[in-house]
């Protein structure tokens, strides 16, 4: 199961190999607007206590660059390989299991997610930032990548066509990106909208990101629900997958 999962993940690799400039570029694109606009444009002139907005602000697109990026890099190359090249089929067929196949796409989106991630971060102190990284922020940001990655998966693997899968986005990914407390404190909220908000697992990638970046306290329960979240979607997208076999 090893060896197969390495493969699926591998074969994802050497196709991000010979588009990785433009992956690379793209990956650069979101988060520099985000840091230019809310982090250094409203950064310098807001202040959060005794912390800037510009501290307050990165851990928030941190989570939202890895949820978009680990997404869409499952979600889209299955969508297209499923519905258009047909080459889904080929790897059902194959003498690999149902289990390597999510495995390895989900790890593909995965490291897509940190490779973005990480960028944000390389870019965040050179704007000026200061965030405590630790093991935890990297464990809250894997698991981060890892549901939606295995979100993207089951979306891939549920819609029927291409414009479905762009619905399926307008519907539940780009609501988090503005509700899910990237950008301000979900608390701002009514108490009714703050408790629906608060189920979405974009929040609690915020919130854990965000406590253990300005050490504010270690965020077991929003770390708990993340990892029930990657668990729930991983079982998920193996029954769908095995529908689809």
């Not at 897509?112 to 935890?136: D, K, M, Q, T």
């Not at 307008?170 to 108490?191: A, Q």
């Not at 406590?211 to 668990?231: C, E, H, K, M, Q």
Request: with cysteine; net charge positive; proline share 3%.
């Amino acid at each position: 199961m090893i060896t197969d999962t390495y493969t699926v993940f591998w074969r994802e690799m050497v196709l991000l190999r010979k588009k990785f400039k433009s992956f690379f570029a793209g990956s650069m694109v979101s988060p520099l607007l985000y840091l230019l606009s809310f982090g250094w444009g409203l950064g310098r002139n807001i202040q959060f206590g005794t912390t800037s907005y510009l501290d307050f602000v990165v851990p928030g697109i941190i989570a939202l660059s890895a949820m978009n990026a680990s997404y869409n890099a499952t979600g889209a190359s299955l969508n297209v390989s499923r519905l258009y090249y047909k080459t889904l089929e080929e790897f059902l067929a194959a003498p690999i299991s149902v289990c390597s196949l999510v495995l390895g796409n989900i790890f593909s989106g995965c490291f897509r997610g940190l490779f973005s991630s990480v960028i944000i971060i390389i870019f965040s102190y050179l704007f000026g930032a200061h965030l405590h990284l630790n093991i935890w922020f990297f464990v809250s940001l894997l698991l981060t990548c890892f549901l939606f990655a295995a979100l993207g998966l089951v979306a891939a693997m549920v819609v029927n066509s291409h414009e479905d899968m762009s619905r399926f986005a307008t519907f539940v990914i780009l609501p988090m990106t503005f509700l899910c407390g990237t950008f301000f404190r979900v608390e701002k909220y009514p108490p009714l909208v703050a408790a629906l908000v608060q189920a979405l697992p974009l929040t609690h990638s915020a919130v854990s990101l965000r406590a253990i970046a300005l050490n504010t306290g270690f965020p077991l329960v929003s770390l708990l629900v993340l990892a029930a979240y990657a668990a729930v979607l991983f079982a998920l997208g193996l029954w769908v997958t095995y529908r689809v076999e």
